[in-house]
């Protein structure tokens, strides 16, 4: 398999609580995987581990040679400060970001790409607003469109579809299908069990650890949803993290 990241006996814990356990597999260069299970299963922390935000207790996260610096990374809104003062159009321009080094020799060829990412995003004529002034589902197609300028090879979204309107979300599950389209590696936590059946053909079944990773239709069997359901109920949240070693 050709492999876009490689995860090994991975285990994330914070405060010394555990998130993740002990994950090994493999997302598939030109993959599309949704990321699932119950709250506080881990889904957003291996997120975080894999774009190198957290560093794990246990384990290691290989990005294929050559995907390091080409992958975008978008997290839940709740870390977005929407009192900013800043444009529409500027967080748009943040997607140039690895390829200007910041706004110094800006030109028309970039201000071009991002006005076309926002009519692809449905958000034509909104450069000049405050992000303040935008609706959740607004903002959402403006850092969708930050995120078609960064021409990530590696996609990773964090609960992409959360809170935002039946009509957002069908524009934005068309994007990440052209992505894919693309053959670019897209993994998506979300908790919408039917979204993912219906649009990724991968997915992730965790509870701190993996339930079970493959075909959509296989993994979200009763069975297997009924064992990670089980888990979450089991958790201890003042435990340490998990010493068990891999075997």
Request: aromatic residues 6%; neutral net charge; contains cysteine.
């Amino acid at each position: 398999m050709n492999a876009a990241i490689r995860i090994d006996d991975l285990t994330v814990s914070y405060r010394r609580h555990p998130a993740v356990h002990h994950l090994s597999g493999v997302f598939a260069k030109g993959s599309l995987t949704a990321i699932v299970g119950p709250n506080g299963a881990g889904k957003s922390s291996l997120l975080a581990a894999l774009v190198g935000r957290v560093r794990p207790t246990t384990g290691v996260v290989e990005i294929q040679s050559g995907l390091q610096q080409r992958i975008a990374y978008l997290p839940q809104q709740a870390e977005i400060d929407r009192g900013f003062p800043i444009r529409v159009l500027d967080v748009v321009m943040l997607g140039h970001w690895a390829r200007l080094g910041g706004y110094s020799g800006t030109d028309t060829t970039f201000l071009g790409q991002a006005f076309e990412a926002l009519d692809a995003v449905g958000l034509d004529g909104f450069g000049s607003r405050s992000i303040g002034e935008l609706s959740v589902g607004q903002l959402q197609r403006v850092l969708f469109a930050r995120v078609l300028l960064q021409d990530a090879a590696v996609i990773l979204l964090d609960e992409p579809f959360n809170a935002i309107d039946a009509r957002t979300t069908a524009d934005l599950i068309e994007v990440v299908g052209r992505w894919h389209d693309e053959g670019r590696t897209i993994v998506t936590v979300l908790h919408d069990l039917e979204q993912v059946r219906a649009h990724f053909p991968q997915t992730l079944l965790l509870a701190r650890e993996v339930i079970a990773w493959g075909a959509t239709v296989q993994v979200l069997c009763a069975e297997n949803l009924r064992r990670a359901r089980q888990m979450a109920e089991g958790w201890d949240d003042q435990a340490a993290w998990c010493g068990r070693r891999a075997a």
